[in-house]
């Protein structure tokens, strides 16, 4: 079992920054893919970022060269440092362990967080 808990979510403007966290906790929380996802109000959850654990990375074409994924597996955590923030970026940011040592997480989240909510006002 893996437990996944986010923070960092709140409320920015347009072209700022914010960097969500994610703490891990469980057996084998260090060995597993680990991403973001986000769902905005009525859509989708959609992929964002994924790393591996030799830190592989993967982005959606709408967050390339604005937001970062990152992990340090001595402390169990995965962070997502977004910059150029824009309004469209509104959603609730879930944190997400997938089964897989790659980069393929669709279809393989095993374990979900609760969510951290980022609101970007224009």
């Known amino acids: 079992q893996v437990q996944l808990v986010e923070s960092g979510g709140g409320l920015e403007q347009a072209g700022g920054s914010l960097r969500l966290s994610c703490a891990a906790s469980?057996?084998?929380?260090?060995?597993?893919?680990m991403a973001w996802f986000r769902q905005a109000p009525g859509k989708e959850r959609d992929f964002v970022a994924a790393?591996?654990?030799?830190?592989?990375?993967d982005y959606a074409d709408s967050v390339k060269d604005r937001f970062t994924i990152s992990r340090d597996n001595g402390k169990n955590a995965v962070y997502l440092q977004m910059n150029s923030l824009k309004p469209e970026d509104t959603a609730l940011y879930y944190c997400?362990?997938?089964?897989?040592?790659?980069?393929?997480?669709?279809?393989?989240?095993?374990?979900w967080g609760q969510g951290t909510q980022v609101t970007v006002s224009s």
């Open positions: 790393i591996t654990w030799s830190g592989g990375v």
């Open positions: 469980g057996r084998a929380a260090k060995s597993y893919t």
């Open positions: 997400a362990a997938a089964a897989t040592t790659g980069l393929v997480v669709s279809g393989r989240i095993r374990y």
